[in-house]
């Protein structure tokens, strides 16, 4: 069955430097979301994606974020200046068309020490 | 802004007890998911929820629906330990105009004890 992974699936990090989370959604999908979800917290959406571009994002994307569809396959959430507070679960979704099911990755936690 | 509300957000039972878990939004919409998390995992979809009187059963599960109410609710069945994990409800706005991405409630850690 096709799956969304993520890449590392834990990453420890010095505060201020800079992380790549990686994820290859499901092949023939064409949407893509990052949430994130500080420990013992919900799920919070940051950022969703489509033909190349940001289509929506929340607050807590702000300018130190970014997202990337390099190729044709990786789908990137890269954090510019890690904060303590940048902690947490960040999970990836995709999905074949809006608004149909999305179907999520298994997470990288992310650690800034 | 969409507000999800969960309740309750702790629940302790016993096994073979039945229970609801309860998931009121503040807008309109008419797609609503329940995933099922494991600590330390990733979330597990549950029931997509599609329609006003949607019901959906899977095992000692059960989701239901209510546009006009905005709720959605989740019965457990005869709780076996094997259920005891976080449930999250998640409303989709996309359809009715609004705001890509889902909004999550804030989640019910169920424990079940024997």
New interface residues.
Partial sequence: EPEVTQTPSHQVTQMGQEVILRCVPISNHLYF?W?RQILG?????L??FYNNEI??K?EIFDDQFSVERPDGSNFTLKIRSTKLEDSAMY?CASSVS??T???????T?LTVV | ELKVEQNPLFLSMQEGKNYTIYCNYSTTSDRLYWYRQDPGKSLESLFVLLSNGAVKQEGRLMASLDTKARLSTLHITAAVHDLSATYFCAVDMYSGGGADGLTFGKGTHLIIQP
């Fill in positions: 979301y949430y917290q919900k799920v919070e959406f950022v969703s289509s929506e929340s999970f809006r608004p099911e999305a179907f999520f990755g298994q997470g936690r």
